[in-house]
């Protein structure tokens, strides 16, 4: 594949440190995390370890608490060269790459420094956030078609809170130290006016986690149930105001979106590149099958796929961070559905091109193919996020 669009010295030697994480901690050990039976097995504390020596855990930490302050362009690209690696390690580092800038953004200083302080001295430290339960899960991406109410309730007591409930589907939900929660605080209006955001720390009486759920891909990631009993939270980890998560949610989130995308554009970079592999040494038909129009023409059009789901979610990154040149709200919904959209497709003629052979668990196509699909629903299932797109451009 060709080199992605770097700007700078700076994004030069951030990628060429990922791009050897990814060749020597990720690649080797991917294919035998993926094939554990257990989920929690394909999770992995040493790839963790070895990608904060690296400085990768703290790569979008402020300078000022010790990290590299990275903007969301470059975080993009580094989460794309992870995904070319294993869309799991991509996803674990992604969800904490952007939860640490959030938080730097949303919370109080008292807060910055408690949990940025700790997130920082602590090399297997991760982060998550938990938003959607069994009960609504589209129902937050397009609140106002759907005026459901969160069923996790927090209820004010003396110099705090009590949340009752539980979350599922939580990445890096068992495995990581600060979250943040999205929950009821107003009964009787729909979410997006009676929810609020609070910090939740790990071990906190009340707050335990429950089945970690087996997935069909994605699988170096894990994915888990929060489950809330009588879990007291103070008043100081209050987020913002109180009935005014979804602001957090609108206000803090703009690269969230870029960042799944790259996430599985990693995907379908890394099954072009084996498609293409494939079609320049398998001689069928007396030569190479490159050499068959059919085979070439679709290469062709798996690369426009990368190339143009790379400039998408590349401009929707840089808005993020440069809102005054253009932002425009659609962007912070649609690069994923692109992404997402087009790894499906890459992924499908990668398989195809590698006949028979693609089909055996060996090859490792099947694997892209299933963690292509996790982003299918993922961070919003695609018809939603037109939904959503569809209110932002048209009001409807
Ligand atoms: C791998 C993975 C990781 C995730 N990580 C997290 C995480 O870290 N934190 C978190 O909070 N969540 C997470 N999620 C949840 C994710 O963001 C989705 O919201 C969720 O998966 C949707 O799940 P659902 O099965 O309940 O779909 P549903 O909401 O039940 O949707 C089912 C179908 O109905 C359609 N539909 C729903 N509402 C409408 C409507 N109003 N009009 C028309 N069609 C509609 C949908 O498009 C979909 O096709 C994750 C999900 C996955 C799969």
């Given amino acids: 594949m060709e080199e992605i669009f770097i700007q700078t010295e700076d994004q030069r030697a951030i990628l060429e440190t990922v791009k050897r994480f990814v060749d020597e901690e990720v690649r080797p ?3 035998e995390l993926d094939a554990a039976d257990k989920p929690e097995d394909g999770f992995s504390w040493e790839i963790i370890e070895k990608s904060d020596e690296v400085g990768l855990r703290t790569l979008t930490l402020a300078e000022e608490y010790g990290g590299l302050g990275v903007d ?6 580094v989460i794309e060269e992870l995904g070319k690696g294993d869309l799991g390690i991509s996803v674990v580092m992604a969800q904490t790459l ?3 800038q959030i938080f730097q953004k949303a919370t109080s200083p008292a807060q910055r420094e408690k949990y940025l302080t700790r997130f920082r001295d602590d090399p297997r430290h991760l982060m998550a956030i938990g938003i959607t339960e069994p009960e609504n899960a589209s129902n937050y991406f397009v609140p106002h078609r759907a005026k459901s109410s969160f069923t996790t309730f927090a209820e004010k007591v003396d110099g705090g809170w009590v949340i009752n409930g539980m979350k599922h589907f939580i990445s890096n939900g068992n495995v990581s130290g600060t979250y943040l929660l999205f929950v009821q605080t107003e009964k009787g209006v729909p979410l997006h006016e ?3 955001c609070f910090i939740i720390e790990r071990g906190m009486d009340g707050f335990s986690i429950g089945r970690v759920h087996d997935k069909m891909g994605e699988r170096l990631a894990n994915n888990a149930e929060l489950i809330f009993q009588d879990c007291f939270v103070p008043e100081e980890n209050l987020v913002g105001e109180v009935g005014k998560g979804f602001e957090v949610l609108a206000e803090f989130f703009p690269q969230s979106n870029a960042y799944a995308a790259a996430s599985v554009l990693g995907v379908g970079v890394a099954a072009y590149e084996r498609a293409l592999e494939w079609a320049r040494t398998r001689v069928q038909g007396g030569k190479v ?5 059919g085979i070439a023409a679709d290469l062709a059009e798996m690369h426009m796929l990368c190339d143009v789901s790379r400039s998408y979610l590349h401009r929707a990154a840089w808005l993020a961070d440069h809102q005054e040149h253009g932002w425009d709200k659609s962007l912070g919904v649609l690069p994923k559905v692109m992404a997402s959209q087009a790894a499906w497709k890459i992924v499908t003629k990668t398989l195809e091109i590698h006949g028979g052979h693609g089909y055996m668990k060996e090859a490792g196509i099947e694997k892209l193919v299933r963690d292509a699909a996790a982003f299918l629903h993922s961070d919003g299932v695609n018809r939603t996020l037109f939904l959503k797109a569809s209110g932002f451009l048209y009001g409807v």
């Fill in 98 to 100: 952007k939860l640490v």
């Fill in 29 to 31: 050990r991917a294919a």
């Fill in 289 to 293: 099958l490159i050499e068959h129009d």
């Fill in 72 to 77: 969301s362009l470059t975080t993009a690209m």
């Fill in 194 to 196: 009676g929810s609020t």
